[in-house]
């Protein structure tokens, strides 16, 4: 094959490769909405993942949900200052935090933290043969294992969401009327102003489509580990760069949708 | 009993069973040996159907599972049990949540009863006071001998071994040895054996069965397969580099 001709039959096998991973994502999301409607559920497995994905990871959703906050407040100060509306600060950033930077973030931590742990330890199952010892064991190892994950994936994200949405408020709170001596009144007024229910709740709506996206690619990557400890690492590295992408490309479509 | 018929499975362009056919007689231990990467594994994988073929039949006892759904293909392992080759111990769980694990997934039982159970298959085993270390603090040989327990608590039929004595010391092999020979004979138990070690598969084995090219080429009672004049069979016995077996 010449030049050009190769470069389309590469480009062809690229598509139908991920077009095929896609749907094979997919197939297990569904397999796996299918066990989750079968009962007994597994409260205990569903609980630790919710501990592990939810409460493990509120340090850090704090801290960047404040930090984020405080950055907002203190860029979008120096912008309203140019035409005296620097009482706006405050709904810009529970609106920035509401909408888009919570769930956002919170899924970005969250895929960082727990979606690339879950893809760990699901790979490091898989290529220790426990996955097929819970096959072997006539126990169904999407209920045992991707099911937890995807519920927890599903309720944790949007509580995060709300405590980072709730921090980054406050830390643009600190820096606009303690640092840089916006109206605490204004500040405050034009978020009750501006800020509605339904901007919170959007917000956690696209967390959970988000969540749910993480646990689902996160798992998938471990579940198809092959190769051993190289193996393990890769199948980490494409869960978090995955779900990354397609938190920031879905997002782009919600947001379409919702706002 | 279990019948592999006309057995295929290729991965990609690789076959590894090319029309294999093998009977595992009930109530004795079979031993399957082969080369490394000879496709043992697969067929034992075949056996409880976590791999299905491309094409032919698994029958246990007469029932083909490779037709089988989930749910029809878990009533089936009920009766199996599986020692995998690095024991496969849950590392969430300590040893004694390892064995109660079928238990606890498959009959109601109390917690006393199943803990019972969990003690006196270890003890089956050789193991005490074991219970509550986690799977990362036991040696390689007691974690076989707990994959060995969890493998017979459900009190199963037939139990798949897969290279037991693999990277064991001498002494470590001897012992897993006796003990699938003790628990056979216990549990009255029909066991299929991988194994690379020669000494282990005419200690533990009633039948052999050498797998090559991906078919069963020789099987019988170990004094058959060791009185076998066939070149690869002997090749392998030996050891030797010389023979139709080609080093890759």
């Not at chain 1, 009327?177 to 605490?184: E, P």
């Not at chain 2, 791999?51 to 007469?62: A, F, K, T, W």
């Amino acid at each position: 094959m010449n030049g050009p001709a190769a470069t389309v039959d590469r480009i062809g096998r690229i598509v139908l490769e991920n077009v095929e991973e896609l749907g094979r994502i997919l197939l297990l999301f569904l397999s796996a909405l299918s066990w989750m409607v079968r009962p007994p559920l597994k409260a205990r497995h569903i609980l630790k993942q919710m501990e592990f994905v939810g409460v493990k990871s509120i340090f850090v959703v704090v801290l960047t949900g404040t930090f984020t906050g405080m950055v907002m407040a203190l860029q979008g100060y120096h912008g309203f200052r140019m035409f005296a509306a620097e009482s706006l600060v405050g709904s810009t950033v529970a609106l920035g935090m509401t909408r888009e930077l919570g769930p956002v973030l919170t899924s970005l931590m969250v895929t960082a933290r727990a979606g690339s742990a879950m893809a760990a330890e699901l790979g490091t199952m898989r290529v220790t043969e426990q996955i097929d010892a819970l096959a072997v064991m006539a126990a169904n190892p999407v209920k045992h294992l991707i099911v937890p994950r995807l519920i927890a994936g599903f309720l944790m994200v949007p509580l995060l969401t709300v405590v980072s949405d709730f921090m980054g408020i406050i830390g643009g709170y600190f820096v606009g009327v303690q640092v840089l001596n916006i109206n605490s009144g204004a500040f405050m007024k034009n978020i009750y102003k501006y800020v509605t229910l339904g901007d919170i709740y959007n917000g956690m709506v696209k967390a959970a489509c988000f969540g749910l996206l993480m646990a689902i690619i996160s798992c998938y990557k471990g579940f198809n580990t092959r190769g051993g400890a190289e193996g393990v690492g890769r199948a980490t590295t494409e869960a978090v760069v995955l779900s990354s992408i397609s938190i920031l490309v879905s997002d782009y479509f919600l947001t379409a949708i919702m706002f | 009993m279990i019948q592999l018929v006309d057995i295929h499975k290729s991965f990609g362009k690789q076959k590894v069973l090319d029309g294999l056919n093998l009977t595992v007689e009930a109530g004795m231990t079979t031993v399957i040996i082969g080369r490394s990467g000879g496709g043992k594994s697969v067929l034992l994988k075949h056996i409880i159907g976590l791999i299905r073929p491309d094409s032919g039949q698994v029958l246990v006892d007469g029932a083909d599972i490779v037709a089988m759904n989930d749910k029809d293909l878990n009533e089936v392992r009920k009766k199996f049990g599986m020692l995998f080759q690095e024991a496969a111990l849950f590392d969430s769980m300590n040893v004694a949540e390892n064995v109660a694990f079928p238990l606890r997934e498959h009959t109601k039982m109390s917690n006393d009863e199943i803990m019972e159970i969990v003690r006196d298959r270890l003890r089956a085993v050789g193991l005490t006071g074991v219970e509550e270390k986690m799977s990362s603090e036991l040696s390689g040989g007691m974690k076989k001998r707990v994959g060995l327990a969890r493998a017979l608590a459900m009190q199963p039929r037939i139990v798949l071994f897969d290279e037991p004595t693999t990277g064991l010391d001498p002494v470590m092999t001897e012992a897993i040895n006796q003990l699938i020979i003790e628990t056979q004979r216990a549990f009255n138990l029909t066991c299929v054996v991988i194994s690379h070690d020669i000494q282990s598969v005419f200690e533990i084995g009633h039948r052999v069965a050498m797998l090559y090219d991906g078919k069963i080429i020789e099987y019988g009672t170990p004094e058959e397969v060791r009185s076998s004049r066939n070149p690869v069979t002997v090749q392998f016995l030996t050891g030797s580099t010389e023979g139709p077996i080609q080093i890759l």
